[in-house]
Every structure is written in structure tokens, then in C-alpha cells.
């Protein structure tokens, strides 16, 4: 079992994690990984392996929390990663990506700010997974004004400026 902590404004570096079962196995194994480097986790289940669970019920919540800076950055796993990539797009202010490489997960966070990261419970094993994991939450975003300009005119179709950085 993963510890469960509250979300709270108070904790904006918190880091989110969800699945659904395709992914449930995985969430387990990275929640571990999270608290012993030292991250808060706050795990929006699920919170036990129930086959022909949905993602969107895990993921939509932990989305709406890292578009309201409840949770710094989120990680969203289901058996390919693609529908908790799918869903986690549709909340404004959300930039997710499924990652398989760790190049992306490092330039992802510096050009095009992604605050999610998608991963496939059933592509990817546990150490990959961490490594794209660790390389996603210690990359930052750039700020170059041509990224800024990229990322305003994707914000534009949210009907909102761009807003960027850890936990805003
Ligand atoms: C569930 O079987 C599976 O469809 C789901 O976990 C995910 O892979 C969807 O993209």
C-alpha cells in the first residue's frame, strides 16, 4: 500500500500518481520509489487492483490537481499509457505525454513544459519507468521566449495565457 496523503495546497511540490489496473501494479512500485527519494506522494488510486476499473476515474482527478497546483507534476499510468494520455489532455492547463524514452522526458519538461508524464503498465518495465520518472521531476522548464511563444499559442486554444513552472 502506498501511504495516502491528503492533497493540499500546503504541499505544492507534492508529486501525483494514478492508474487504473493496467497500470495499478506499476503506481505501486513507482509510490515506493517516490517516498524513499524523498517526494510527497499523493495517489489518486486506484487504491486496489480491480480488473475493468476506468481510467478517466483516476486520472481526470489527478489532473484537475496538477492543473490546480495541488500536486506539482502528475504521473499517469494504464496498461499503454495512451488513454491516461488521451484524458489527462482534456483538462485546460494540462500538458501530458506518454514517454518511453528519456530524452523526451528531459526535453518535454524544458521546451514544452509537460507536467504529466503517461506511462504503459504493460510496456514499460519498473526500471525504465523510474528512469523516465526521475528524469521527467528533475527537468525544468526553460523559459525561452520561443517555447513561451509555442506553448501561449497551444494556451490559446484553452482560451487562457500559458501559464508555466513547478505548482502554478
Ligand atoms: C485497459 O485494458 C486498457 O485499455 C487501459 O489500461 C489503457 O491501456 C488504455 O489506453
Keep these: 500500500m502506498t501511504d495516502i496523503v491528503a492533497p493540499s495546497p500546503n504541499s ?3 508529486i501525483g500518481i494514478a492508474a487504473d489496473h493496467g497500470g495499478y501494479k506499476l ?7 517516490l517516498r524513499e527519494a524523498g517526494y510527497k506522494v499523493v495517489d489518486f488510486g486506484s487504491h486496489k487492483l480491480v480488473a475493468g476499473d476506468d481510467y478517466p476515474d483516476f486520472v481526470i482527478p489527478l489532473a484537475r490537481a496538477v492543473a490546480q497546483g495541488i500536486v506539482a507534476r502528475g504521473i499517469a499510468i494504464c496498461g499503454s ?8 489532455n482534456k483538462i485546460p492547463r494540462v500538458r501530458a505525454c506518454l514517454l ?4 523526451s522526458a528531459r526535453q518535454g519538461v524544458e521546451d514544452d513544459d ?3 508524464i503517461c506511462l504503459g503498465g504493460r510496456v514499460v518495465g519498473q526500471s525504465l519507468a523510474w528512469e523516465l520518472v526521475k528524469t521527467f521531476l528533475a527537468a525544468e522548464f526553460s ?4 517555447h513561451l511563444r509555442r506553448l501561449g499559442k497551444v ?6 495565457t500559458a501559464i508555466t513552472g513547478w505548482g502554478k
Design 12 to 14: 505544492p511540490k507534492a
Design 27 to 33: 503506481k505501486e512500485q513507482l509510490a515506493v520509489k
Design 143 to 146: 523559459g525561452a521566449e520561443r
Design 155 to 160: 494556451a490559446e486554444l484553452e482560451g487562457q
Design 100 to 103: 518511453n524514452d528519456t530524452f
Design 114 to 116: 509537460l507536467n504529466m
Design 81 to 88: 499509457g495512451v488513454g491516461a494520455c488521451v484524458a489527462a
